[in-house]
């Protein structure tokens, strides 16, 4: 689809929807507001001020709607979602960010003061991040599924003046400041003192905490402290401008490839995410009605939330930080905007499978599953996701072709593919950089992975990039900062890229997440993972290697259905073939193809630990907590093909010769006996070139049948195919081979070693002597293997009544 129908598309759905959707129509932003945010020098604080102030009669924000439940036979009260939103209009919004602005001041927080904040994106959170802005003071939001171990040093890096946590992680905020830095006040939000058990938290909390000299607070107390003093007691910080751009935001990384960093954020870059109108992709008069779930520890999910508001409409917040309400959550909202990591769209997939596979349908009517899988998409589109979007966007992690393909047939739009980093800012749409905030890019080879700027047809390199959005650097990390730009000052993104024309690049890899194996093949995990992810069997998937072996592993989450119903010894076939199909449909090789894996039913979460914020696997710490079951398994591995190979070595040999064939592959390969079918390759069993010799060396020793390696990876050899051969070599002649001749580990040859014994059998030899001589003069001689002599010697001299023959 052409730039041009799209937009014309685009246009003609945003007028139809600004005629039959009040709350569209409603939301739709002021040109005069927008070019109010747009006027040069401004603060965050007066961006932020603007926005409040001019959409001041809208709705902001919104969350779910709460009743209270007092069970009769405990009497204990707890809290039951109700299946509406509330919402807060700008303008009780900007009350509750200048009260708490000014109790905040009141308490000596100051402008660079640094405030930790721990909890799920909500109203409560929004209130204090942007009064957090309004006084200068340095936002530093924690992951709430990071380990307290994780939030030690940067609690203790960033030494807040005070801390705010929500009640379902106030446990956590606790462990956290008992062990080091002790802010002047723990301020406790989404809390509500009618539930029991958030009380009792409270309580305990406060107990914990009393011989320190931290406060406890709720917000609303701190509110309502604020409420009584006087509007104009907070100094607000100086224009971005120049040396008065001072710090606002610090987002540390997910750790998902070491120890998390802090990225500093300026007053300007933050400001910059509210300011939507200087590059609407989606129209000037789109509104935006948004759900907003990703964490404000991620820069994706600030910038959900601040475009929002800085384009005059709703931020709906989902009811659960767990996700488990989303499709509900997405029911009620009714978005505009579908801002999702892939995750997010393999659920809604999943959703989809769920349905289609709930309305029974013949597999042998293709016509009629396509209608029920066009009716369920349809009901999708309108029931599910509204009906009223304009916009979809992924980004944040690598999807699939089909997830894609799906997406896109779904939605009837176009699904925008961003691409961008917390310290470079948004870079890229659908491949194409975006100018701005691009100054400029370049590639630089990337020699340990083959990627050069004179690769053909396109250039490939790490892509370094110069951007208007570029952070500064790492809190308190000057090393680390120096590391990450070259001397020009180029960013060093560690994605690998083609240039496939000026300005449009293609992802192609990861320079981290690089692990090379013991046979010197490099491999990339987020890849991999990526792409097993698209077994219909696989829920989630971690891959582990350890550069010692010349194999992968990995730890496979079974979906719910390829769970039901069947225990894990057959469940674990039916993956392993699985796994193989993807991996031949994605061409991968077969070194990327995990040996073996353990079956984990727990899927990893952000409760768990082993999901980051945003829902990526967290690395390290699914590397610590599977990794001493998967060396285990190396281990295992290594002792079973070993008294494997050893039982086969000593009895193969007088067992059908497919059966020891197939036993052979399994004890090298590691793969499942269900696995190794006469019609398994050994290539789709994860050989290579490299253990296709090693399994050549091993049938010679079996069988003492020489099977080359083109043999064994033959495409057109399976297991039958190479027991075939064997049993053709054992039964037929075999021709002299170099270890015959000369010596299994000979290092020299001599033409001593070319006796007639090695090329002829000992029984013809031993009748030689006595054969009958020619009856008749020899008129005709035939050499074979003599082309060399023939060329050297031959004369016609005394030779001419001859007739030679010679045969290679």
């Known amino acids: 689809m052409s730039t041009t129908t799209r937009d014309e598309r685009l246009e003609r759905r945003i007028d139809t929807l600004i005629h039959d959707d009040a709350q569209f129509a409603a939301a739709k932003p002021d040109p005069a507001i927008a070019a109010a945010l747009e006027k040069p020098g401004l603060s965050l604080p007066e961006i932020i001020q603007t926005a409040l102030q001019g959409y001041a009669d809208r709705p902001a924000l919104g969350q779910r709607a709460v009743e209270f439940v007092t069970d009769t036979q405990t009497g204990r009260t707890s809290v039951r979602l109700l299946t509406r939103f509330e919402t807060i209009t700008y303008r ?15 308490d000596s927080v100051h402008a660079g003061d640094r405030v930790c904040v721990l909890g799920f994106n909500s109203l409560d959170y929004t ?24 939030l030690q040093p940067i609690v203790a890096e960033t030494e807040p003046t005070m801390m705010a946590a929500s009640v379902n992680q106030l446990s956590d905020a606790v462990d956290v400041l008992l062990s080091g830095h002790l802010p002047a006040k723990l301020v406790v939000f989404d809390y509500h003192p009618e539930v029991d058990d958030q009380r009792e938290a409270l309580d305990t909390a406060r107990e914990r905490l009393a011989d320190t000299a931290v406060v406890v607070q709720t917000l609303k107390d701190v509110l309502d402290h604020g409420a009584t003093l006087a509007a104009g007691s907070v100094a607000e910080p100086l224009a971005a401008s120049g040396d008065n751009d001072s710090l606002a935001l610090l987002i540390y990384t997910s750790g998902s490839t070491g120890a998390p960093k802090g990225a500093m954020y300026r007053q300007s870059n933050v400001g910059k995410m509210w300011r939507r109108s200087s590059k609407n992709w989606f129209g000037p008069t789109a509104a935006s009605i948004t759900l907003n779930f990703m964490p404000m520890s991620h820069i994706m999910g600030r910038g959900v939330l601040y475009g929002t508001l800085g384009n005059g409409g709703t931020a709906y917040f989902a009811a659960r930080s767990d996700l488990s309400t989303l499709l509900e959550d997405l029911r009620l909202v009714r978005p505009t905007e579908l801002n999702f990591v892939p995750r997010i769209w393999e659920t809604l997939y999943g959703e989809y499978q ?8 013949d597999p042998g009517e293709p016509a009629a599953r396509e209608a029920v899988e066009a009716q369920v998409m349809a009901e999708q589109r309108q029931d ?18 089909e997830l894609r393909n799906w997406v896109e047939a779904l939605l009837e739009i176009p699904l925008l593919d961003g691409y961008g980093s917390t310290e470079a800012g948004m870079v890229m749409f659908d491949g194409e950089i975006q100018r701005p905030p691009v100054i400029d890019y370049k590639l630089v080879d990337v020699p340990d992975l083959g990627y050069f700027s004179t690769d053909q047809p396109y250039p490939r390199g790490e892509l370094l990039l110069k951007t208007e959005n570029m952070f500064p650097g790492y809190y308190k990390r000057p090393e680390v900062t120096a590391s990450v730009f070259d001397a020009d000052g180029y960013y060093r993104t560690g994605d690998v890229v083609a240039e496939v024309a000026p300005d449009r690049l293609v992802y192609v890899d990861r320079r981290n997440n690089v692990l090379k194996l013991a046979q010197g093949e490099f491999v990339t ?52 073939d699985s796994l193989q199909t993807v991996a031949k449909e994605a061409g991968l090789q077969s070194y990327e193809v995990p040996r073996d894996f353990l079956i984990e039913t727990t899927p990893f979460t952000l409760e768990n630990g082993l999901l980051t914020g945003i829902r990526k696997l967290a690395w390290p710490k699914l590397r610590q907590h599977y990794g001493e079951r998967l060396e285990q398994l190396y281990t295992e591995l290594a002792a079973s093909q070993a008294n494997e190979l050893s039982e086969l070595r000593r009895s193969g040999a007088h067992a059908p010769v497919l059966e020891t064939v197939s036993r052979a592959a399994g004890a090298l390969l590691g793969a499942a006996s269900t696995a190794l079918s006469p019609d398994a390759h050994f290539t789709d069993l994860g050989g ?26 033959s495409p057109a050899s399976d297991l039958a195919a190479i027991a075939a051969y064997i049993e053709g070599e054992r039964q037929g002649s075999k021709r ?73």
């Open 384 to 401: 599910l996701l509204g009906g009223r979007y304009i916009f979809a966007m992924t980004g944040s992690a690598p999807m699939s072709p």
């Open 525 to 576: 995990v987020a890849k991999l993972e990526a792409v097993f992810g698209n077994s219909p069997l696989v829920r989630q998937i971690y891959v582990y290697g350890n550069s010692a072996h010349p194999y992968l592993l990995a730890v496979v989450v079974p979906t719910e259905e390829a769970s039901a119903g069947t225990d894990i010894a057959a469940l674990k076939p039916l993956i392993a």
């Open 736 to 808: 002299p081979t170099f270890a015959v001749i000369h010596g299994r580990d000979a290092l020299e040859v001599h033409a001593s070693d070319l006796t007639l014994d090695k090329f002829i059998d000992a029984s013809t030899l031993a009748a030689a002597p006595v054969l009958p001589p020619p009856s008749a003069a020899v008129r005709t001689v035939l050499l074979t293997g003599a082309t060399g002599f023939w060329a050297a010697t031959w004369r016609w001299t005394g030779w001419s009544a001859w007739t030679w023959s010679t045969a290679r």
């Open 127 to 150: 209130t204090i991040d942007m009064a957090l802005a309004k006084v200068g003071a340095v936002s530093v939001p924690l992951q709430t599924s990071a380990a307290v171990t994780q």
């Open 688 to 713: 290579d070139s490299l253990s296709a010799l090693t399994f050549g060396n091993l049938l010679r020793e079996i069988f003492d049948v020489d099977v080359p390696v083109g043999v064994i990876v």
């Open 354 to 361: 769920r349905a289609v596979d709930q309305r029974s349908v």
């Open 92 to 106: 009780q919004l900007g009350d509750r960010v200048g009260a708490l602005a000014r109790a905040l001041t009141h």
